[in-house]
């Protein structure tokens, strides 16, 4: 049940996220305007536990994030 939110960024900035929980975690987008990969606007990405993912901002409203295996 526990979950994040990216912090705001500009076109061309990144940020990691690291999940070390107990449970896997939501990463909500910055705004209910901006994407995160092909998950609805201002839907979260579930993150594993023992998991990081790199995000990028591409766009004023799409992150893209690069989950680690």
Do not use: H
């Not at 929980?21 to 990463?27: I, P, Y």
């Not at 705004?31 to 023992?50: E, F, H, Y």
Request: aromatic letters at 8%; glycine letters at 14%; charged letters at 5%.
């Amino acid at each position: 049940g526990a979950g994040v939110q990216l912090p705001t960024m500009q076109t061309g900035d990144s940020t990691e996220v690291y999940n070390g929980g107990a449970n896997q975690c939501l990463v909500y987008p910055e705004s209910a305007t901006v994407g995160i990969n092909q998950i609805a606007v201002g839907g979260p990405m579930t993150l594993p536990i023992n998991t990081t993912v790199w995000f990028r901002k591409v766009s004023s409203t799409q992150v893209i994030g690069f989950l680690s295996a």
